[in-house]
């Protein structure tokens, strides 16, 4: 999904913030399903969905999972993991599907597609709203844009008194701001772009990561290597050792940043040199509750249910019809703001899928490079 996909928003009055925040609360969403209780949705069950965990599945169980049971009368299981793939790859191989929906990553989903792993989506059951809500682009066959994530410069206020870090040039300057830095170390792509924006490669040139470019990172990922005293892979970590004044900088998803932000956390981020990207929500082939997860997907899919999810995690999803029941306050936070959309760097998916002459992924060769680094 493009940037400009992402870009209109409305302008809101102080006093239009004030009914929209009561608007968003639990109660309003419960008064908005009701209406939607005895329609095609309507059903009994339950429904298992692979969620991230902490603030994510909080937030989604909040605006999202308890509205949809009301709606409904489906029961919302969780099965929490940080990356689903593994996961729905062996099920798929043993042939016992556990699982109802679950996110892959955009990078493996073609792959996964190939093999058959996912249900067709049934987008008869949307409501038109959504249909038009949501772009073409972002509802393929057998899969649905859940949200769109991010990966940000985020700090610790309370470190930088004197003046705050203002991009990746400035995550490297060590002297300038000290302090004990994290960085992710499960896909390698991420950490690889922000060293090529802190050695001045421009926005537009970060893709394709040819060799000469990934050779490029890593010299200058040796630069600041002795200074990471983390290398996280759970989404929430970076947020709680920022929080707990164990780490001054870091990048960090940009959801749960939102969420501690929002929260009163003394943390910013930064979205300048931003990597913006994609997370599929898919049904999965040979599931317990498939009837009940396409009945989920359409739900989720609601302008209101949408802004809910975006007010519930700090990841948009993708109806653009929420903004119409989004704060600005909020707005301003979010990857879908104008001004935040210019600074981002997009994942480029088509060359991540791309295969190699040796038959590999680009994303599987450049993933070999960042283990060996890193071990190295």
Avoid at 23 to 41: I, M
Avoid at 101 to 115: D, G, K, T, V, W
Avoid at 119 to 139: H, T
Wanted: glycine share 8%.
């Amino acid at each position: 999904m493009s940037n400009e996909e992402f870009t209109s928003h409305s302008s809101l009055s102080r006093r239009s913030l004030v009914k929209l925040a009561a608007l968003l609360s639990v109660p309003f969403f419960a008064k908005a399903t009701k209406a939607w209780a005895q329609d095609k949705l309507a059903g009994s069950g339950e429904v298992v969905i692979a969620s991230y965990g902490g603030s994510f599945t909080d937030g989604v169980r909040e605006y999202v999972y308890d509205p949809f049971t009301k709606a409904t009368g489906v029961k919302v299981v969780d099965a929490i993991s940080d990356f689903h793939d593994p996961q729905i790859k062996a099920m798929h191989r043993a042939g016992r599907i556990d699982w109802d929906l679950a996110c892959p990553l955009q990078s493996n989903y073609p792959e996964m597609h190939e093999a058959g792993m996912f249900e067709p989506i049934d987008y008869k059951l949307w409501d038109q709203e959504a249909i038009e809500g949501v772009p073409q682009n972002a509802r393929p066959v057998d899969a649905v844009v859940m949200f769109r994530s991010g990966s940000v410069l985020a700090y610790d206020e309370r470190a930088f008194p004197n003046g705050a870090p203002r991009n990746w040039e400035d995550f490297w300057d060590v002297q300038k701001f000290p302090g004990q830095r994290g960085l992710f170390g499960g896909i390698g792509y991420h950490t690889m772009i922000f060293a090529l924006l802190a050695d001045g490669v421009e926005h537009k040139d970060i893709w394709p990561l040819t060799d000469n470019k990934i050779d490029r990172a890593f010299k200058k990922l040796n630069e600041i290597k002795p200074h990471i005293t983390k290398w996280w892979t759970a989404g929430g970590e970076p947020v709680q050792l920022l929080i707990n004044r164990e780490l001054a900088l870091s990048n960090a998803p940009d959801g749960r940043m939102v969420a501690a932000i929002r929260r009163g956390a003394r943390l910013r981020m930064i979205w300048n040199g931003g990597l913006v990207g994609n997370v599929p929500m898919t049904i999965l082939k040979g599931g317990p509750n498939t009837a009940n997860a396409q009945k989920f997907i359409a739900f989720l899919n609601r302008a209101q249910i949408a802004a809910g999810f975006t007010q519930g995690t700090g990841s948009p999803a993708p109806n653009l019809n929420q903004l119409k029941h989004l704060p600005a306050e909020l707005i301003s936070l979010l990857s879908i703001s104008p001004e935040n959309a210019s600074m981002t760097v997009a994942v480029d998916y088509d060359w991540l899928s791309a295969k190699r002459p040796d038959g590999k992924t680009n994303a599987d060769h450049v993933q070999e490079r960042w283990l060996a680094w890193k071990v190295g």
